[in-house]
């Protein structure tokens, strides 16, 4: 038996040995070298037989079955579209209802986020023969008509369609006007805040094509500016409307293809509020819109058909703070009857209506927050959803019958879930993954039967041994307010229990947003243990007005952003700092966008609690950003302006007293350079002493051009000197 003397010098020497194993993770290997990257599932193109998806392999189009992985099929072979006077580079492609046709598109250039111009061209199965959509320019949106005979795309702000056979293209709309008039496209707002960018929609017969017209003329301009080595730098001018300010006039209207002509839906009290989304039921003679007013807390859905041309109210939802806008609506049973989720109930639940709004049956069950819905597969009358359940750590993918029976979980293991289903319901790859596990990926059938495991990556979880990288620990505390947070740490391998060791706290803290959940943290996993490898506890909180809770828990910041979330990312550093472990004099925040305003907040506000913190692209008064966002949790600033004035980072610039360091990107066309500008004025007025860092020609996201690597050289570089 060894002495304790003895012992103790096996234990060092092991802990040396072990030391000297570990490999040292740098910048270089995470943003730059891609060493650390994870295998995802490739892209499902599924095909309608249900069994079949195909995706692009080396320029082709091959056809795989679902079941087992295996290619079964080219279905276009690169070489059939190019030669030496023609090439394409298929960069994306979706098929005909039919499946006998193929939309190409290639050349893509980015727009906004979200949105882009493509080059467009159909491909013929059969004849193998490639038609260019549009030979005249870049178009948006590129779509086939249900019957597959058409194509319909925007091209400088108008509508057109190309008929595939004759090959005549058709201009719906002539008065689209850059800056002025928008026609089948979304204006940047409703791009960036209700998620969609193609503004017109076929009906199920083919028939018409009902599109939204934005007429923006009197939306304000937004200036960003380019370098790119000329004399002078280039200006970019494009609509962004900030809070209170004047929205686009948005309209819906149906072309119809036997007359030619379009009809405006004069839907009531249109005037200063949106219409953020338009579709068809299953009668191809009836379209449904949405009507939001400004302070999107009244939701009204309209039928519009050559019965009720200019809509009749159908459903009705109110909410004394605000409702979101979700793609869940769904009509089914030959249209007498649709799915749609509401929070009325607290919690984001499913319901069936009948089609004269009168609620059939509650489909998921109470204190389920819905955050996924698939669909309703309408042969066995099962519904099939994602929801958070019992802890908010988690999420779960579910069946059940309309009628709210049959409850099913269909991925029991405890984690994050995310899946994706087949045209027919009949089998779906499920996305799993844990704080300490990267992402699996599976096919299952729809009884949450195993059919076959697509990627478990294995490469990443050598990496994990070899890097010696410190499991994510879940803790919880109760805050002096008495709330109950939910909390993630990353602790330095082999602690020093006689040692104290600083804090590097990270969140986003946005309204309905989840930075504390038991899933793969992806990238930044490998720079937070980079942190810890270099003696840096990780920890990250979700406070109030984040996501997985309910309603109330979600809401509670209505009209005071950042006033509860500043407390409660306040109070989680005390929590850390009263730890035995932990310094509590050398804690830092960190976030970027909401979290950049809120780590901005929080060193100005906890300026006794916080030595530094690091703003990336922060909101820095709520009055600079844009209406849809800012309205739906703020109103305006003439409706709340003590909600602005004590919640606006610029107004508190004079109480900062530790190391502040603020980034931006000069083309950022969400959060304007603006933000830290005004940011940077405060506190120069108020003889603070700050770092920053601009990045020319970036946007929000800051990247390309070796941006990435150099925003994190610099931000780890303050981590270790100002924390």
């Not at 799993?432 to 009884?447: I, L, M």
Request: hydrophobic fraction near 35%; charged fraction near 20%; aromatic fraction near 16%.
């Amino acid at each position: 038996m060894l002495s304790f003397k003895h012992h103790f010098i096996f234990l060092f020497v092991v802990i040396i040995f072990q030391a000297q194993a570990q490999k040292s993770i740098v910048l270089e290997d995470i943003f730059e070298n891609g060493t650390f990257g994870t295998r995802s599932l490739p892209d499902f193109n599924f095909m309608k037989d249900g069994k079949y998806y195909s995706r692009l392999s080396d320029g082709n189009i091959v056809k795989y079955d679902f079941t087992t992985g295996e290619a079964v099929e080219v279905i276009l072979d690169n070489k059939d579209i190019n030669d030496a006077s023609n090439t394409v580079a298929v960069e994306s492609y979706s098929f005909s209802n039919d499946e006998k046709k193929i939309l190409i598109e290639s050349g893509t250039e980015s727009i906004y986020r979200h949105s882009s111009m493509v080059d467009a061209y159909v491909f013929d199965i059969a004849s193998k023969k490639l038609q260019n959509v549009y030979p005249h320019g870049k178009i948006i949106n590129p779509q086939f008509s249900p019957d597959g005979e058409k194509v319909a795309f925007v091209h400088k702000n108008n509508l057109y369609y190309t008929d595939l056979k004759s090959q005549n293209t058709t201009q719906v709309t002539t008065d689209g006007e850059i800056n002025a008039i928008i026609n089948g496209q979304c204006d940047w707002v409703y791009e960036e805040e209700f998620g969609f960018t193609r503004a017109f929609f076929w009906s199920p017969d083919s028939k018409k094509i009902a599109y939204l017209r934005f007429d923006e003329s009197a939306v304000k301009q937004y200036i960003l500016q380019y370098y790119e080595d000329e004399l002078y730098p280039f200006n970019y001018t494009y609509k962004y409307p900030k809070v209170g300010e004047k929205n686009a006039d948005v309209s819906a209207y149906i072309y119809n293809f036997s007359t030619g002509k379009s009809h405006k839906i004069s839907l009531p009290e249109v005037a200063d509020s949106y219409i953020p989304r338009l579709k068809w039921t299953e009668d191809p003679n009836e379209l449904c819109i949405y009507h939001l007013n400004r302070h999107q807390n009244n939701l009204k859905l309209f039928l519009a058909s050559t019965k009720y041309p200019d809509g009749k109210l159908f459903y009705e939802e109110k909410n004394k703070y605000y409702i979101d806008i979700n793609d869940h609506l769904t009509f089914i049973n030959e249209n007498k009857n649709f799915v749609l989720s509401s929070e009325m109930e607290g919690y984001n639940r499913l319901y069936l209506y009948t089609m004269d709004g009168k609620i059939s049956e509650k489909i998921s069950p109470p204190n389920y927050e819905v955050t996924v819905f698939h669909g309703v597969d309408q042969k066995s009358g099962v519904v099939y959803f994602e929801a958070i359940t019992d802890s908010p750590l988690e999420n779960h993918l579910y069946s059940v019958q309309l009628n709210g029976k049959n409850l099913k979980a269909l991925t029991p293991q405890k984690g994050r879930h995310s899946a994706t289903f087949t045209k027919t319901f009949d089998y779906f790859s499920d996305a799993f993954s844990t704080a300490n596990t990267p992402p699996t990926y599976a096919v299952y059938n729809n009884q949450g039967k195993l059919v076959r495991t697509i990627e478990t990556n294995q490469k990443t979880l050598d990496q994990m041994k070899d890097y010696a990288t410190n499991d994510v620990e879940f803790f919880t505390f109760v805050t002096s307010e008495n709330v109950t947070l939910n909390g993630w740490m990353i602790k330095p391998m082999h602690m020093n229990p006689n040692k104290k060791y600083p804090v590097f706290m990270t969140q986003y803290s946005g309204p309905g947003s989840q930075s504390v959940t038991d899933g793969w943290l992806g990238r930044y996993y490998w720079w937070y243990q980079l942190l810890a490898q270099n003696g840096y506890i990780v920890a990250c909180v979700d406070g109030r007005g984040t996501g997985g809770r309910g309603e109330e828990f979600k809401k509670m910041t209505y009209l005071q952003l950042g006033h509860y979330e500043t407390i409660d990312q306040i109070e989680a550093a005390k929590y850390l700092g009263r730890q035995p472990y932990v310094d509590k004099d050398r804690i830092g925040i960190f976030g970027w966008s909401y979290g950049g305003y809120m780590s901005s907040l929080c060193v100005l506000k906890g300026n006794d609690v916080f030595k530094a913190g690091i703003a990336v692209a922060p909101v820095t008064n709520w009055k600079w950003y844009d209406s849809v966002y800012t309205e739906r949790y703020m109103r305006t600033v003439e409706e709340n302006s003590d909600g602005y004035a004590q919640n606006s980072p610029v107004y508190f610039a004079d109480r900062l007293k530790g190391s502040y360091l603020l980034v931006h990107g000069l083309a950022d066309d969400n959060v304007h350079f603006q933000h830290s500008a005004e940011m940077a004025n405060a506190l120069i007025k108020s003889k603070k002493q700050f770092d920053t860092y601009y990045y020319p020609n970036r946007n929000h996201g800051i990247y390309g051009d070796n941006a990435r690597i150099h925003l994190f050289t610099k931000i780890t570089d303050f981590i270790f000197a100002k924390i």
